[in-house]
C-alpha cells in the first residue's frame, strides 16, 4: 500500500527557512515524478515544485529562487527546502506521485506551514 507522510511544517517569521519532508512507502521516488502542492484556506490546490525521474525539475512562478526540490532515493524520501518565506506561502503542503501530471495516490495529511509578518 502507497503511504506519504509529511512533515517538518511548522511555524517561522518571515524570511526564515523550513525543511519539509515526504516519506514515501509502497513507490520508489527514484522511479516516480513526484511533486509538492500546497492549499491555502479558501483557495485551490497548486503543484509548486516536481521532480522527474530523470531528475528534470519545475517550480511554480511564486516560489522560484527560494524553493529547492530534492529526494534521497536510499531513504526514500522527497524534501522542500523553503528559504525566505513569505506570509502568503502559508498552506498546508502536500507531496504525491505524479503520472501526465496527475497526482496519483490518495492525500496524506500534509503538513502545516505558518508564516507570520
Known amino acids: 500500500q502507497v503511504q506519504l507522510v509529511e512533515s517538518g511544517g511548522g511555524l517561522v517569521q518571515a524570511g526564515g527557512s523550513l525543511r519539509l519532508s515526504c516519506a514515501a512507502s509502497g513507490i520508489f521516488v527514484s522511479i516516480n515524478a513526484m511533486g509538492w502542492y500546497r492549499q491555502a484556506p479558501g483557495k485551490q490546490r497548486e503543484l509548486v515544485a516536481d521532480i522527474t525521474s530523470g531528475r528534470r525539475i519545475k517550480y511554480a512562478d511564486s516560489v522560484k529562487g527560494r524553493f529547492t526540490i530534492s529526494r534521497d532515493n536510499a531513504k526514500n524520501t522527497v524534501y522542500l527546502q523553503m528559504n525566505s518565506l513569505k506570509p502568503e506561502d502559508t498552506a498546508v503542503y502536500y507531496c504525491?506521485?505524479?503520472?501526465?501530471?496527475?497526482?496519483?495516490?490518495?492525500w496524506g495529511k500534509g503538513t502545516l506551514v505558518t508564516v507570520s509578518s
Open positions: 504525491n506521485a505524479l503520472s501526465g501530471g496527475f497526482p496519483m495516490y490518495q
